[in-house]
């Protein structure tokens, strides 16, 4: 299985993209504040944050372009536009 690969953001500057376990060792915490982080869209150590690069739509009935939108606009919300995900 592919390794989830995840955006880090310090503030609004683009650091690299980085599977869960570099993120972690990076930034210094946990593989769970990494999963918890980017799927709740806070700041980890009050300036990093964590966008997952590609979130696998999971129901077929939908089009790869609704999923891709889906994803766009979720990150805005969780971010609250504060991240160009």
């Not at 390794?3 to 869960?20: L, R, W």
């Not at 982080?37 to 806070?42: I, K, L, N, Q, R």
């Not at 997952?52 to 999923?67: A, F, M, Q, R």
Request: proline share 1%.
């Amino acid at each position: 299985m592919k390794a989830k690969m995840y955006d880090i953001y310090e503030g609004d500057n683009f650091i690299n993209t980085m599977n869960a376990d570099e993120a972690a060792a990076f930034i210094d915490i946990s593989i769970r504040s990494i999963y918890a982080a980017a799927s709740g869209g806070y700041k980890l150590k009050r300036k990093y944050y964590i966008v997952p690069v590609y979130d696998e739509c999971t129901t077929k009935s939908i089009s790869k372009e609704l999923c891709d939108e889906w994803d766009r606009v979720r990150s805005q919300i969780l971010h609250k536009g504060r991240v160009n995900a």
